[in-house]
């Protein structure tokens, strides 16, 4: 099976990287889906996103996105958040009680956190 290096990457750590058979992320264009041997493309992430990386070994990781670039290349594909968590270190209480947040980024991050961590939104 065709691999891709793949990286996850917020300001602040590096939370994922490793090779990758399929990473679907949300951009500002649309949810998009990347295969090793993927055209190149620079795409910006959205506000509130949702990024999950099918691993070589099987095994599916996600994360809650906010902001950000999302850079392909044939073999390698880089997800570079303003700000990140990974869906097994979200609090899924916090989250839901920032659904009631008024502003409406902040609802979205949540809405994100939620869903990343495979929670009903």
């Known amino acids: 099976m065709a ?3 793949v990286e996850l990457v917020a300001v602040e750590r590096r939370l994922w990287s490793g090779t990758g058979t399929f990473v679907v992320a949300q951009t500002t264009e649309g949810e998009i889906g990347i295969m090793p041997g993927h ?7 959205v506000e509130g996103g ?17 902001g950000g670039f999302l850079s392909v290349t ?5 997800v570079l958040a ?9 609090d899924v209480a916090a989250a839901r009680e920032a659904l009631r947040d008024e502003d409406e980024v ?6 994100a956190r939620l869903r990343a961590a495979g929670q009903p939104v």
């Open 3 to 5: 691999e891709m290096s």
């Open 39 to 45: 055209e190149p493309m620079l795409g910006q992430l």
């Open 50 to 66: 949702v990024v999950t990386i099918a691993t070589s070994e099987g095994e599916h990781v996600g994360a809650a996105v906010h």
């Open 74 to 78: 044939s073999d390698r594909v880089s």
């Open 82 to 90: 303003e700000t990140a968590e990974m869906a097994g270190e979200i």
């Open 106 to 111: 902040e609802r979205a991050r949540a809405s």
